[in-house]
């Protein structure tokens, strides 16, 4: 268990190495001069001038070649620093330490929301499959899945803050501000995980074994819990890793709608202002917290499914 | 001898896209206590749909018509509540495919002891795994009591044939339905779980209604053999009988189509339940073949010693060679 | 056979209700993008300053924004741009999918493993954060976000290609084919293409609908089309800044975008539903 934990870490370490490569070089052979960039993003446009251009090339040294800025920026990385922010004239790892724990808790929030809905949902809709509470259920995620998030936070507000009045149009303040962000990040993964928990469901429901502890004479509870639930269960595990994903991505916009304080906000805005070592910043941090949520939810299925502790050997 | 378990005029449909398929066709039969009913057949001849008929078994849009009358009372007749706490307790069943039945997160021992668990009777658990490991090693599994605690995935086939055996005797139940034991194992394997029900069955005295298409197996075990065909029972009788002195062409043309008997295919198939011929259901491919066999529908005939007939032909007809002598 | 045949065509009448509606309703959005001009009782690009904020009204029946224009001709209009960027998504990642996927799996070794490193890094963070990315490097507009889109958008295609690949190349008759001439070239284009480009479509009817979202939520961050393009996306975006007094600027083309994002999703639903074969197993009767 050990060394398949250290090899995945090694694999995840390596891809990341990857993606900060490629951002790296999309990003800084882009068309338009970096130094042009930061001026545009830090003074406006009035200040670029050939003394204000030399100025900032100093600054930031941009005068050396491009690879040995890469080596040096790729060195700092390994080390936790990503650069300076152009716009904020901050370290990067500073503004992401101290706008993480936001989006965490934003997207902890959603998707704790999506579990508590849509695993209870798939698993009644299978148990009653094609009646009328089915139905509802897959019409409901086919909504789910269709309607633009963005779309529905923009109605919500409508409703409740600006209509009714009872919930904070914006920003992090108390609990009720977190009420209206959460929801709208949570209504992807809720689709996609009732869906999958509803067909797991059917699956397993339609299998030998069902039918063996029927015949055993268990009481319909025993069989639900102890043999449907436990198979139907781990795969949706995985789709649940996968759509945490979702809920990361998700919050670029849900936080840039709600001016919600997290990386995702601090994302569109890099990308506005042109602001590389923050926009950089901000994918790595992505990609390493995604890439970890995958390790763990894997570590998960490997404690549950002894079928793969078996065929994998390395107990 | 007691009738233990008796259906009469057993007949079942399933609805698909909103018709009717009519199944099973005035299936009856008795199991008497203590006796040995092998029912054999071609697969999708209903035998396994008739067992899961006593066992409540069959899916949502099975139609279910007739009795099946267990120790006097009609079992089609109950819920499925009161029949639950028959189902397993008296009446137990024993799955085909070992390597299905089981549940694969769930530790063996626990799937049988979970027979008893939910019955109340025992409640300390300790004691449960006691009697499960002794079922074990009645049942010749090895590892002691180290093998309470494996996966399914960490068996055999053979090994999970038995821990599914173990699920059925457990509950000691008065009968005792098995399916198809032998489908999924090799020739070795087969006389050996053969062997453990024949030991079994004499030891606790149950009833049993053996489904299989093994008809050596059969000969081994069964007191009695229930032959079917396309729904219907077309032959029952002692199973010297019925093996030694078949009755009907089908039984016939299955004996003859067995390796030690010349190997002798029956042409044709079985037909779809959604086209079936009219009058006789073997009428399309018997080679006793009459004008009366598709007008209409040969009854049940009652020939010597319980042993009766479905079929126009069957005291008119000369066997001819081949059928007599010992199997 | 002839028992299958009416077997299919009882499916298709009685479970497919969401596949017929679907496929009706997806035709009629067609039908709109392609007659927009006839449709739009306005000019949708038509600033009238006096016009602006106008509300719902028989006269505009979804309203007017903030320069004036028409909202309903304005969605009307964008219904070209969805459609003709989700399908240049699909059909540009679909071929870029296959042609990776089908030499990646039929030769394997070091290109399939060139390939799949290139996938791992694609899948390893959230498909929107990499789309900004590029859209962030190359710059706004619809072509880019149709770059952008594709960039992560083949690897879908490529796996379900690659996995047919691998799984056609060991049959016989690959062997046979190589055997009376044909070289790799030939085989992968008239043994495996054939093969793959079913599943191809099935999964790109799918797609559509995710792709409109996708595409919806890139352009509400600003990376797609530019004013005064009525893009709905950006139609929405525009709206969010005057919700308080002016709310149906917001509303209606989020509407658009549900509705067909909703079509597709049922078509693509209808469509895999018809071809599962779980499905088709429950007209059997054994």
């Known amino acids: 268990?050990?060394?398949?934990?250290?090899?995945?870490?090694v694999v995840i370490l390596l891809v990341l190495w990857m993606v900060a490569t490629t951002v790296y070089f999309t990003m800084h052979v882009t068309p338009g001069d970096t130094a042009n960039a930061i001026i545009v993003a830090v003074y406006g446009e009035d200040a670029v001038s050939e003394q204000t251009l030399a100025n900032v090339r100093h600054k930031y040294d941009l005068n050396r070649p491009v690879y040995l800025q890469y080596f040096e920026w790729v060195g700092n990385a390994f080390k936790g620093e990503l650069g300076t922010s152009y716009k904020y004239n901050l370290p990067v790892s500073y503004m992401l330490k101290v706008r993480l724990p936001n989006t965490l808790l934003l997207g902890f929030t959603a998707f704790l929301i999506s579990v508590i809905v849509s695993i209870p949902l798939g698993i009644i809709s299978a148990l009653h499959h094609n009646r009328l509470i089915d139905h509802f259920s897959r019409f409901y995620t086919l909504l789910l899945s269709s309607f633009p998030s963005f779309w529905i936070a923009l109605l919500m507000i409508i409703v409740f803050s600006i209509n009714l009045k009872i919930l904070p149009v914006s920003g992090m303040s108390g609990l009720t501000s977190i009420i209206m962000p959460a929801f709208t990040l949570s209504f992807g993964m809720t689709?996609?995980?009732?869906?999958?928990?509803?067909?797991?469901?059917?699956?397993v429901m339609g299998q030998d074994y069902i039918a063996v502890a029927r015949s055993k004479g268990l009481?319909?509870?025993?069989?639900?819990?102890?043999?449907?639930?436990?198979?139907?269960?781990?795969?949706?595990?995985?789709?649940?890793?996968?759509?945490?994903?979702?809920?990361?991505?998700?919050?670029?916009?849900?936080?840039?709608?709600?001016?919600?304080?997290?990386?995702?906000?601090?994302?569109?805005?890099?990308?506005?202002?042109?602001?590389?070592?923050m926009m950089e910043g901000c994918v790595l941090i992505m990609a390493l917290g995604y890439s970890l949520i995958n390790l763990i939810v894997d570590m998960i299925y490997v404690g549950i499914d002894p079928r793969i502790k078996y065929s994998g050997g390395n107990k | 001898m007691g009738v233990l378990l008796q259906i009469i005029d057993l007949n079942l449909d399933f609805m698909v896209d909103k018709k009717r398929v009519h199944i099973l066709n005035n299936v009856s039969l008795e199991i008497y206590e203590n006796e040995v009913l092998a029912?054999?057949?071609?697969t999708g001849c209903g035998k396994s749909l008739t067992g899961n008929a006593i066992l409540h078994l069959l899916p949502d849009n099975a139609l279910v018509s007739g009795s099946i009358i267990y120790?006097?009372?009609?079992?089609?007749k109950m819920n499925d509540e009161e029949f639950r706490l028959l189902r397993g307790k008296e009446i137990a069943a024993i799955p085909q495919s070992p390597s299905t039945s089981l549940n694969p997160l769930m530790r063996v021992g626990n799937q049988v002891a979970e027979c008893v668990v939910d019955k109340a009777d025992e409640k300390n658990e300790k004691g449960i795994e006691i009697i499960v490991n002794q079922i074990f090693t009645k049942l010749r599994l090895p590892r002691g009591g180290a093998f309470y605690h494996n996966y399914p995935c960490e068996l055999s086939g053979g090994m999970c044939q038995r821990v599914l055996i173990s699920m059925g005797i457990i509950t000691n139940p008065n009968l005792l339905i098995?399916?198809?034991?032998?489908?999924?194992?090799?020739?070795?394997?087969?006389?050996?779980?053969?062997?453990?029900?024949?030991?079994l069955r004499k030891e606790s005295k149950c009833s049993m209604m053996f489904i299989t298409h093994d008809i050596a197996a059969a000969k081994c075990i069964a007191d009695r053999i229930a032959v079917m065909y396309c729904g219907e029972v077309v032959e029952i009788g002692g199973t010297e009988e019925v093996l030694n002195n078949p009755q009907h062409p089908y039984t016939k043309g299955l004996i003859a189509s067995m390796p030690s008997r010349g190997f002798k295919v029956m042409k044709g198939f079985m037909p779809s339940f959604q086209e079936l011929p009219t009058g006789c259901r073997f009428s399309d491919r018997c080679e006793q073949f009459n004008e009366i066999c598709t007008k209409s529908e040969p009854t049940m005939t009652k020939l010597t010693d319980g042993q009766a007939v479905k079929c126009f032909n069957c005291n008119s007809f000369d066997w001819g060679e081949g059928t007599k002598g010992c199997y | 056979m002839n028992t299958r045949f009416p077997g299919l065509l009882r499916v298709l009448n009685r479970k497919n209700i969401m596949l017929k509606l679907g496929a009706v309703l997806s035709l009629a959005i067609v039908l709109v993008a392609i007659l927009a001009p006839l449709i739009e009782p306005y000019d949708p690009t038509q600033m009238l300053l006096a016009n602006k904020f106008m509300p719902p009204s028989s006269e505009h029946i979804f309203g007017t924004d903030n320069m004036g224009r028409d909202i309903f001709s304005r969605i009307i209009e964008g219904s070209r741009i969805s459609l003709s960027i989700a399908l240049l998504v699909v059909i540009f990642s679909a071929v870029i999918g296959i042609v990776v996927g089908l030499t990646s799996g039929f030769f394997g070794g070091k290109i399939d493993m060139f390939f799949m490193r290139i996938v791992d890094v694609l899948l390893a963070f959230p498909t929107i954060i990499f789309a900004l990315a590029i859209s962030a490097v190359l710059g706004t507009g619809q072509i880019n976000l149709i770059i952008a889109i594709c960039c992560i958008q083949w690897t879908k295609y490529a796996r379900v290609a690659r996995g047919e690949a691998i799984m056609l190349k060991n049959e016989e008759y690959i062997d046979a084919a190589r055997a009376i001439g044909n070289n790799s070239f030939q085989i992968i284009v008239k043994y495996f293409l054939p093969n793959v480009i079913a599943k191809i479509v099935i999964l790109m009817s799918l797609d559509i609908g995710g792709i409109i979202l996708f595409c919806s939520s890139l352009s509400f961050l600003g990376m797609g089309a530019q004013p005064p393009s009525p893009d709905w996306g950006a139609m929405i975006s525009d709206g969010k800044e005057n919700m308080r007094y002016a709310p149906w600027i917001a509303i209606f083309p989020g509407l658009a975008i549900a509705v067909s994002a909703l079509t597709f999703n049922m078509l693509g639903d209808g469509i895999r539903d018809f071809l599962?074969?779980?499905m088709r197993e429950s007209v059997k009767t054994e």
Not at chain 2, 71 to 76: E, F, H, P
């Open chain 1, 1 to 9: 268990m050990v060394r398949y934990i250290f090899k995945r870490l």
């Open chain 1, 191 to 203: 689709a996609t995980t009732t869906r999958m928990m509803r067909s797991s469901m059917l699956d």
């Open chain 1, 219 to 277: 009481k319909k509870t025993r069989i639900i819990n102890r043999h449907a639930l436990r198979n139907a269960l781990p795969p949706i595990i995985t789709v649940m890793g996968l759509q945490i994903g979702h809920i990361l991505g998700g919050t670029v916009i849900i936080e840039n709608i709600f001016s919600w304080p997290g990386i995702g906000g601090l994302f569109i805005d890099a990308i506005n202002a042109k602001d590389l070592p």
């Open chain 2, 39 to 42: 029912v054999i057949g071609e």
């Open chain 2, 71 to 76: 120790k006097g009372q009609d079992i089609t």
């Open chain 2, 178 to 199: 098995v399916d198809e034991p032998t489908k999924a194992l090799d020739w070795a394997l087969r006389k050996e779980v053969v062997e453990i029900l024949d030991e």
């Open chain 3, 276 to 278: 599962d074969p779980r």
